[in-house]
């Protein structure tokens, strides 16, 4: 599987793990091993454990309060109660451990460890006034909009900006004609 981690934050790269929720709405995390890879590759853990399916299903439920209360956040400036308790809950577990050998520190724990990690994560995107989703068509990707004006528009410039921007130039170059 393919994943992408452009948002700078571990939350909002786990809700983007579904593409394009408001059309096709592609699930990448298909299977427990799916999710292991993702925790892997996204650095939560150096090498995951095997993942059982209700820590599979868990978590994707966890996904779902995550992107709930991000999309609450962005419109109301508000979070239901009820998903802040539970990203409260999960982000006061236990965290991955890491274990320095060899020069290297490794990190190892369980999903729910790892997951963890994404709800403190979570936290901070929360609290966040850059908080935006991107404004690509059929994009639902949640970022932390870094720029230096406060302007940043795509979740990232390969991908959703590069495909608005060369649909903007083939609007331009079709008006000229």
Known sequence: MEFAFVAGNLALDFVATIASRDTVAEEKLSTPTDLAEWLVLSGAVS??????AEEFERAIGFRETIYAALRDRIATDTVDAGALAAINSAAAGPTPVPVLSGGRVATYGTATAAIALVARAAQLALTDPRLRFCAGAGCTRPFIDASRGGTRRWCGMS?????????????RSSAKR
């Open 47 to 52: 090498k995951s454990s095997e993942i059982s």
């Open 159 to 171: 991908g959703c900006g590069d495909r608005a921007k060369a649909a903007a130039y083939r609007r």
